[in-house]
T-cell receptor
Framework: DAGVIQSPRHEVTEMGQEVTLRCKPI?????LFWYRQTMMRGLELLIY????????DSGMPEDRFSAKMPNASFSTLKIQPSEPRDSAVYFC????????????FGPGTRLTVT | AQKITQTQPGMFVQEKEAVTLDCTYD???????LFWYKQPSSGEMIFLIY??????QNATEGRYSLNFQKARKSANLVISASQLGDSAMYFC?????????????????FGKGTLLTVNP
């Protein structure tokens, strides 16, 4: 089975532009997580979904960030408008029945906002 | 206070030797889970090992073992017989509270990581 799929792998955009990151979780997994990794703050959970429903979005930095999961096989993380401080690696992860033992991470999207 | 503390920013080990990566945690919840992830230079996060707070024995997975000292709130990762491919960042993480099927409690808090370099 394919792992978690993220696209794009790299994104370079200018400040003020809208950015959409995409994630396809592992088939059969019903929990999905979005993380952000920076040198300064390490790995932070932004939001997670269980059965397509957002459970905790307390990690979303501000209103410029939004996430959706319209169905069990697809999620998006949108930043509008983007700012240079949003530059980071964004990971999507999925698990079966929410955190059992492990979360399976995607390869990440490296976002650079100039 | 930090939930997860990894005090070693970097570690070096000779190939074929064992190495211990430190992790201490802070929680008042009696039920929690501890995880170790590996992040090679390619960037992906790879799950290595899990220890539940009520597990009686230390977790082991191949060359990885977790030295769980509950009273000291430490969950050190031991890698035996290091290989060059073990060179990577290693993250300790914690989930507080019991896992439940309702999915309401599974936030992972990660430490800052330890960069392990295995020398030939």
């Amino acid at each position: 089975d394919a792992g978690v799929i993220q696209s794009p792998r790299h994104e370079v955009t200018e400040m003020g532009q809208e950015v959409t990151l995409r994630c396809k979780p592992i088939s059969g997994h019903n929990s999905l997580f979005w993380y952000r990794q920076t040198m300064m703050r390490g790995l932070e959970l932004l939001i997670y979904f269980n059965n397509n429903v957002p459970i905790d979005d307390s990690g979303m930095p501000e209103d410029r960030f939004s996430a959706k999961m319209p169905n069990a096989s697809f999620s998006t993380l949108k930043i509008q408008p983007s700012e240079p401080r949003d530059s980071a690696v964004y990971f999507c992860a999925s698990s079966f029945r929410a955190s059992a033992y492990e979360q399976y991470f995607g390869p990440g999207t490296r976002l650079t906002v100039t | 206070a930090q939930k997860i503390t990894q005090t070693q920013p970097g570690m070096f080990v000779q190939e074929k030797e064992a190495v211990t990566l430190d992790c201490t945690y802070d929680t008042s919840d009696p039920s929690y889970g501890l995880f170790w992830y590996k992040q090679p230079s390619s960037g992906e996060m790879i799950f290595l090992i899990y220890q539940g707070s009520y597990d009686q024995q230390n977790a082991t997975e191949g060359r990885y073992s977790l030295n769980f000292q509950k009273a000291r709130k430490s969950a050190n990762l031991v890698i035996s017989a290091s290989q060059l491919g073990d060179s990577a960042m290693y993250f300790c993480a914690m989930r507080e509270g019991p896992w439940n099927s309702g999915g309401s409690n599974y936030k992972l808090t990660f430490g800052k990581g330890t960069l392990l370099t295995v020398n030939p």
